[in-house]
């Protein structure tokens, strides 16, 4: 059992940046590659980036490349977004999730999701 829960979403103006965190529980995250998804209001929930297990392997939503920034730290049980070059159209619920195998980009291959963590970017 996993439990996560996001923080470091709020209002920014475009071209700012915000790090958002998740914080997990339990002793086995370490064992699990990670994901942070967003939902805009009357959207579907989309893949933003994605991080293996070790950190070795990053994937990217194509929009947010060079923008997005994912990390983690096993150590300390987090994992991170770092968001700069922010746009009106990046305002989404953030959610960080947690999946042991499976397609990254596929929110039905994640296990455990957090509550997720408000973005408003305006222009």
């Known amino acids: 059992q996993v439990q996560l829960v996001e923080s470091g979403g709020g209002l920014v103006q475009a071209g700012g940046s915000l790090k958002l965190s998740c914080a997990a529980s339990?002793?086995?995250?370490?064992?699990?590659?990670m994901g942070w998804f967003r939902q805009a209001p009357g959207k579907e929930r989309e893949f933003v980036a994605g991080?293996?297990?070790?950190?070795?392997?990053?994937y990217y939503k194509d929009s947010v490349k060079g923008r997005f920034t994912i990390s983690r730290d096993n150590a300390k049980n987090l994992v991170y977004l770092q968001m700069s070059g922010l746009r009106p159209e990046d305002t989404a619920a953030y959610y960080c999730?947690?999946?042991?195998?499976?397609?990254?980009?596929?929110?039905?291959?994640?296990?455990?999701w957090g509550q997720g963590t408000q973005v408003t970017v305006s222009s």
């Open positions: 339990g002793r086995t995250f370490s064992r699990y590659n």
């Open positions: 999730a947690a999946r042991l195998f499976g397609d990254p980009k596929s929110t039905g291959e994640y296990d455990y």
């Open positions: 991080i293996s297990q070790n950190g070795g392997v990053k």
